[in-house]
Each structure stands twice: as C-alpha cells, then as structure tokens.
C-alpha cells in the first residue's frame, strides 16, 4: 500500500507539489544486513563434520569457525512442515502443514494451504525494502495446485518472493530435475553429459539473482532462501566427490556411532556422560520393518560393500553441495557482502530412513510399499550416484547420521527425527566466534531471530489481514552470551501420530511409529527423558515422574488444539493414501491432452495408479515419423509410448525392476493408438495385475499380462507429457526428451471410466470425423 500522499493537488501542475516518496517503495533500515538461509534436507547432527561427522563440509566448517554452531536446534522431523516454519514463524500445523504436501488431507491443520493470518518473512521483509529470492526445493506450494491451471496465489511468487528457481515438490532427480521458474516450468540448461548436477545450477542462478540485485540498486538489501535437493534421495554425485570417500565407513554404522560420540563430547557438542541408545529403541512390535536396523554383524561381507558405498555416495553428495555453496560464499566475500550477510546454514530434519533395512537403488519403491532386493541392488554396485540410480542407504545409516538419538525422520516424539545441525555466521552482528551454543530452539524460532537481526517489527496487519503471533522467539540473545539462560520454554511435536512436548528441559514422548494403524491414542503410553541432564534420551523416567507425565501431556494437549493438530492420523499406508487429496475426475472420466503444452504433476494428471484405465491418441503418422507420443514417470517407474524403427510401442516400466513392452508396426495415415489396462487383482503389494491390450484404431494388436504400480510414478516431478518425455526418459529404447516428429498428434485422451476401448475409440473417432 502506498504511504499517504504529502503533496498538494492543484489545476495546473505549476501550482501543485509532487511527492514521490509516497510512491517509492519503502527502504530498509540503515545497515540492515542481507539473509543467506541455506536449507539442506534429511540430515541428522551427527553428519557432518562441524559437528564431529565423516562428511566434510569446508564452506560450513569455514562459517562455523567465524560463527556459532548450535548444539540443541529442532525441526519438525519432516519437510514441509519444517519449511512452513521458515515460511512464517508458525507452527507447521497451523501453517496447514501437518505432513508434507503430497500427503495433504482435508483438515485445517493438513490441508498444505498457508492461513492469510500466517503472513511469510519474505512479505513483512519485501515491504520493509529487502529483495527477495527462492533458489531450490519449494515442497510448500499446495499439492492441489501443482499445475498450469492452478491460482498461483501460494506459489513463491504469491508468498512474498520477488524470484524463484526450483522445484515445487520434495525431491526431485539431480541430474534430470524437473524445474521452474518464477510461475512457469523451464527445462533444465544443459544435460548431465556437459556437466549438470541441480546443486551446480542452484548455486549458479543464486549468484545471478544476487547480482542482478547489486547492480541495480547496490545498497539495497536482500533476502535468499537457498534450499538445494542434498541430502535428500536421490542421492546423486559427481564421481570425483563420491571417490573422496572410498573405504571410509567400511567400519559400519555401529562403529561410526560409537565413533562420532566420542567426537561430538569432545568437541563441546554434547556434555560429557551422553550414551547411545539402541541402534532399533523401540519396543517390539511398535516398530515397523521398514524402519529397523539390520545390525552390522549380521550382514554378508557383499551386502557390507554395498552399504559402505552408499555412505559414501551420500558423503560425496553432500560435500558436492557444500562446494556450490562455497561459491556463493566466496562471491559475497569478493563482492564486500559476506560480513554484513547473516547466513543460516541448517537441516530440515533428521537423516531419512526411507531407503528400507538393506537400502534402495530406486527409493520410487519405498513411496510403492514395494520391497527392495539386495541382488538388484548388488548388481547397481558401480553405478550408484549415478543417474542409472535413485539411490538411498539403509535404515542403519539413517540412525548413525543421527546419533546419538533415537530413530530419525519422521519421528517427532525422539531427538534423532527432530535435532538438527544448525551453523550462524554474521561477522557484523556476531562477536563471538567458534564458539557453540546450548540454549534449546526450534524452527519456529529462525523468522524471529531474522526480523531481529534486520531491525524489522513482525506486523499486526499485513496486506489487510490482521496476522496470528509468531510461535517462536528470537535467538539473537544467544549470540553473544554463552551463558545465557534458553528463553524458550514450550515446544510441542506431532508427525504423522508421532507425538512429543518439551518444557522447562523436560520432555514426553509416545512410542509411535508413522503408518501403523493402531489408534486408541487416549490409552497410549508416554515416555519421559529429562533432556537437560540426559541429552540423547536414553532413560525413560515415566514411572518415578507420572505426575510430571501427566502435566506435560495435559500440556501437549492445549497446545495440539491451539495449533489445529487434531486429528491425529496413523493409518497405515495404504488407508492413509485414501484420504490423500487427488484431483476429481471429469464427469466423463475422461481427460484431454495436447502436444506441444506444460507436463501434468502426477497429482493433477488422470489417475493410472491402482486402477484399470485406456489412454487413446489420435496421431497423424508418416513415413518417417519417431518419437513420444505420450510418457509419464522415468526410468525408475513410470510408462510411454513411442514410435522407433517402424515400430509403435507401448512400454510400462514398473519401478525399474522390468520393462514391459507391447510393440507392432507402425500404421501411416491418421489412426488412433492405444492400452487399455484391466485391473483384475492385487500383488502381494498392491500392485495392479491384469492384460494390458496395445490397440491401432479398434483392432487388438498386441496383448500380454502386465503389474502396474499402486503409489506413485514419482513422489513429485516427471509428470504427464504429449509429443516428448521430459526429465529422465522412461524406456532404455531412447534417450530424454525424444520428441515426436514425422507426423502430428493431435490429442491424446485418457480414460478411468468403465466402458471398454472398443466403445471409447468408436466415440473418439466419431468425434474426430466432426473435428
């Protein structure tokens, strides 16, 4: 809004007065600095090397040294609810963010739709004169606005941000993303054989942004959210960097936890008596299999060279990311902005146990409740990190990452899903340093401490909407007082049932597990660790303390209510996939789709997951015609038909494991093409069985019993295209991309209705005969 007009108004201009300062936007305090957050993904404290880790971060080893390391910082233990927190200085629950956006349900709480009253940073700092950009992962906008047709209303140029470059979902492959800029989807610069890697990228468009910035208006400041896809699976390297670490966790994840203990005390991370606790904590049967630790000795000396070298994929991963960093670290020193920037380096949860007991090639099976197999994964041995892979380690690297803490992402109720590295470096505004700080926080409380820092009051009102008070506070009273009591006292965690309240250096904690359908949550237990004596929360005081129990969970309670927690969710995966928003299908059950238009997000694209469906295309074939008629998904699940050779064929690629194909001559002239799927049963995992019929016009050209995936195609990116498969290209029969030429499609029409094709394609081609 503008500022009240100063002038004066007159009938000629000679006798009025102009006032520009009414008009001009308004400017930042004077020496208010710039804000760097660097965001990474699924890493737990005990990983990188600031903190005693293995994996070496030379840019955070370098901030750290002229800054602070924080020793008890807390996420949400999982991503998008730890993003909304950074978003708006809310509670992720009342930012709609209970779970990740993919994950939404129909509740105030669950819903990924950010309150008008929970207005972001980058809005209050935008006004306040900042320039404002977003470089990488955005896993904030809402799933049921993943599309071109979607309001982009709560897309990062609608929350505040003067620029973004990225993904919108929560990961994404590193050597083919699927990117976006500002409000539109982009293909990416340049292919992985001229040497891309996403964080490569990031890390260049970050510095172009800034100084796009600069060279404009020099002394304005600005404000990055620089949010790259490490760590996050797929964990994909450059050779060089994932070669640095040959031969350094052959110990196995036990020896490192015991390791890394030894080296956390002695650095001043933890206090002196801090133990381990079991590598699999929970008691039986509360645990689900998916998330147990195969222990190191029980493993054959195969399976501990597999994964040994998964650790060292993810190492070289991360130590790539950090040396993008690095880059724009050293441009801001060239530049003379590095002292006045105030960077926040830090995770968004602890380290991800989705790659399964014995680890993942394809992490795709992991979102398909489809199990890996330690022999295809053997047989990938040379070619992880690689984009022949979707690799993730297994659960016991998740659990050393995170020592010396229970569990790791996912779990909020326990430390190793919630207690995350986080490095402060601000030479300008921070007197001390190399030191390490102990006062307890949280994510909510990263927005308070930058408005303090930028000298910027959170508004009552913004953009009309009177605004709900921030949940956390400011951290910068630690800067410079080692001492100095935590002025937090309150912070509740909820994570998919997964529940926790910490007070006063007390904690309770339910033993809960994501995706177990147990319920009756008024009869579940509640542990209790006393976090300021026994840091790793390894001694359960329930029974000496119940009334102290009793409190905190009365408390938890107040606090779930006020932050629109309720209901608690702990359906098992495939219950819980059915409340998962999905776009409504036409009346019709019919979709259209046209070359040469924006890929659908899987989220909005017709629905062949768990379902019996027909896919039509009306194609204009000529003598020489090749390419992708239609495709969805990549290499690691997905389907596409194309034309090469002289042949028309259908491929359906379940999860990597197999390539289905269906294949017969390429008819010239205008014909229609099609599968048709019938679902007539479920696998042993849910995966669909039944003929899949590969048609030219009404004619049956080639048939055969296919499997078709249940969960998802990929958990985001590499949506539905006409004319050419973008990203990562579903069959080995040809490269990305392969666009159609030779000939014309001009529509492709999608089906999930009962009738059969034969029906379908006499309707369709009655339709073309009045097109």
């Known amino acids: 809004m503008s500022a009240e007009f100063k002038g004066s108004i007159a009938l000629d201009v000679r006798d009025a007065k102009a006032d520009w300062d009414s008009f001009l936007s308004p400017k930042a305090p004077a020496g208010a600095p710039n804000v760097l957050v660097i965001l990474y993904d699924d890493t737990g404290q005990a990983t990188w090397s600031p903190y005693g880790g293995r994996v070496q971060m030379p840019t955070l080893d370098r901030l750290a040294r002229d800054g602070l390391v924080y020793s008890q910082w807390h996420t949400t233990a999982v991503c998008s609810p730890t993003r909304s927190c950074f978003l708006t200085g809310r509670n992720h629950h009342a930012n709609g963010f209970g779970t990740i956006a993919e994950s939404a349900i129909g509740f105030p709480g669950y819903s990924g739709h950010i309150p008008l009253e929970n207005a972001t940073l980058a809005s209050v700092l935008r006004d306040a004169g900042w320039s404002t950009f977003w470089i990488g992962k955005n896993h904030n906008v809402p799933v049921d606005a993943f599309d071109m047709g979607s309001s982009k209303k709560r897309w990062p140029l609608g929350l505040g941000y003067d620029r973004f470059y990225g993904f919108i979902g929560g990961e994404t492959n590193q050597w083919y993303p699927e990117l976006i800029e500002d409000n539109h989807f982009v293909e990416q610069p340049y292919s992985p054989d001229a040497g891309y890697h996403l964080s490569k990228d990031l890390a260049d468009k970050a510095i172009s942004y800034i100084r796009d910035s600069r060279q404009s208006q020099p002394e304005k400041p600005w404000y990055m959210w620089f949010c790259p896809g490490a760590n996050h699976a797929p964990h994909h390297a450059p050779q060089d960097y994932i070669d640095k670490y040959k031969g350094q966790f052959d110990d196995g994840y036990e020896a490192y936890r015991e390791w890394v203990l030894k080296r956390m005390v002695e650095r001043g991370i933890l206090p002196e008596g801090t133990v381990l606790t079991p590598i699999n904590p929970m008691s039986e049967g509360k645990c689900p299999q998916g998330d147990l630790v195969r222990p190191w000795n029980t493993l054959s000396d195969e399976e501990k060279r597999l994964f040994s070298r998964m650790a060292e994929v993810f190492a070289g991963y991360s130590e790539y990311t950090d040396a993008q960093v690095g880059r724009i670290i050293d441009y801001l020193e060239e530049s003379g902005q590095l002292d006045n920037t105030l960077v926040i380096y830090c995770a968004d949860n602890g380290a991800s146990g989705e790659g399964s007991p014995s680890g993942s090639v394809n992490e795709n099976r992991f979102f398909n409740s489809y199990p890996d197999d330690i022999k295809q994964n053997l047989a990938m041995f040379d070619k992880l990190g690689s984009p022949d892979t979707y690799n993730h380690y297994p659960t016991g690297w ?29 030479p300008a505004g921070i007197k001390a340093k190399g030191e390490i700080r102990h006062q307890y926080h949280h994510c909510v409380d990263i927005v308070p401490t930058i408005l303090e820092c930028c000298g910027v ?315």
């Open 457 to 771: 009051r959170m508004p009552d009102v913004v953009d009309g909407v009177k605004q709900r008070p921030l949940a956390g506070v400011s951290m910068r009273y630690s800067f410079d007082d080692a001492g100095a009591p935590t002025t937090k006292q309150t912070q509740y965690y909820e994570m998919l049932a997964t529940r926790g309240i910490w007070h006063q250096g007390w904690k309770a904690a339910t033993e809960h597990a994501p995706f177990v359908d147990t319920g009756h949550f008024e009869e579940e237990p509640w542990q209790l660790f006393h976090v300021d004596e026994d840091r790793s929360e390894s001694r359960d005081l329930a029974a000496e303390h119940p009334q102290k129990v009793k409190e905190l969970v009365a408390l938890w309670m107040e606090e779930a209510k006020r932050n629109d927690v309720l209901p608690l969710n702990d359906l098992g995966l495939f219950a819980f996939r059915e409340l998962e928003y999905k776009v409504r299908p036409p009346a019709t059950g019919r979709y259209v789709y046209y070359p040469d238009t924006t890929e659908v997000p899987e989220a909005s694209a017709a629905r062949t997951l768990g379902t019996s469906f027909k896919i039509l295309a009306d194609v204009e074939f000529g003598a020489g015609a090749q390419g992708v008629i239609f495709a969805q998904g990549s290499r690691f699940g997905g389907y596409t038909m194309f034309v090469k050779d002289r042949q028309l064929t259908f491929v359906y690629n379940f999860l990597g494991i197999e390539e289905q194909v269906l294949k017969t001559a390429v008819p010239v002239g205008r014909h229609v093409v099609g599968v048709e799927f019938k679902r007539e049963s479920a696998g042993e995992y849910q995966e669909g069985l039944g003929p899949m019929k590969l048609y030219v016009d009404e004619h049956v050209a080639a048939e055969a019993a296919f499997r078709t995936q249940s969960g998802h195609y990929a958990i985001c990116g590499e949506g539905l295209c006409v004319g050419r498969d973008s990203g990562d290209a579903v069959s080995s029969a040809y490269a990305p991309q392969f666009a159609f030429t030779g000939g014309t499609i001009a529509k492709v029409v999608y089906d999930v209705a009962d009738d059969a094709y034969i029906d379908m394609e006499q309707r369709f081609a009655a339709a073309l005969a009045r097109d």
């Open 398 to 426: 998740a659990v050393a990452f995170s020592t010396p803490y229970r569990m790791f992402k996912r779990y909020s109720s326990y430390a190793g899903g919630t207690c995350d590295p986080l490095v402060i470096h601000w």
